[in-house]
């Protein structure tokens, strides 16, 4: 049974940074894609980045290119977001699924979200 926990989340002024993590337990032996999404007030949630727990070159949305770095290190999904802006708030859930990545893969597992405020 794999869980999801993400942490990190926190209010924080624009222009500053976070780490986000989402830790990996249950499963530590497949390979996942791994993703975080962002549900921002208003909106519907949207994937951020996408990243193959196996390695190889990790996916951005175009809102968040250059300033988020995605990455899966000892069974931990990490995202570092830099030069944040007012629409970077949100909740943030990480995903995964048992399978290579690609565009409009479904995922199955999901966190319980870690909440972003930027102001």
């Known amino acids: 049974h794999v869980q999801l926990v993400e942490s990190g989340g926190d209010p924080v002024q624009a222009g500053g940074s976070l780490r986000l993590s989402c830790a990996v337990s249950?499963?530590?032996?497949?390979?996942?894609?791994m993703a975080w999404f962002r549900q921002s007030p208003g909106k519907e949630r949207g994937e951020v980045a996408a990243?193959?727990?196996?390695?190889?070159t990790p996916w951005y949305a175009d809102s968040v290119k250059g300033r988020f770095t995605i990455n899966y290190a000892d069974n931990t999904l990490y995202l570092q977001l830099k030069n944040l802006k007012i629409e970077d708030t949100g909740m943030y859930y990480c995903?995964?699924?048992?399978?290579?990545?690609?565009?409009?893969?479904?995922?199955?597992?999901w966190g319980q979200g870690t909440q972003v405020t930027v102001s």
């Open positions: 995903a995964a699924v048992r399978s290579g990545c690609y565009r409009g893969i479904h995922y199955p597992l």
């Open positions: 249950g499963d530590t032996f497949s390979r996942f894609c």
């Open positions: 990243q193959y727990s196996g390695g190889g």
